[in-house]
C-alpha cells in the first residue's frame, strides 16, 4: 500500500485562504479590501475591491501582468461608469 499523500487539505487551505500573490507585504489584500470597501454600498464596493486586487497581485500571480492591468481598468471604467450615471440622474432632478 503506497502511503504518499495523493492531497494535503492543510496545505490546499492555505493556499486557498492566504495565497502567496495576496499576502505579500505587512496586510494581506483581503484586509485592504474590507477596511476600504467597508462604507461602500455593494457594487461600488466590487468595483473597488477588484481594481485593488488586480492591482496588488498583477507582478506576482503569473507571467501576464498586463491582463491583471486590464481587468483592474475593466473594473474601474465600471466604478466611473457608476458615478457618471449617478451624476447624470442628479442633474436631470435639478
Known sequence: MN???IFDLAEYDERVEHPAHYTHGKIECL????SATSSMPGNVAVYVGNVMKYL???HRKHNRPLEDLLK???YFDKLIEHYAENENKNQQKD
Open 72 to 74: 483592474a481598468k475593466f
Open 56 to 58: 496588488w497581485r498583477h
Open 31 to 34: 484586509d485592504a479590501i474590507d
Open 3 to 5: 502511503d504518499k499523500k
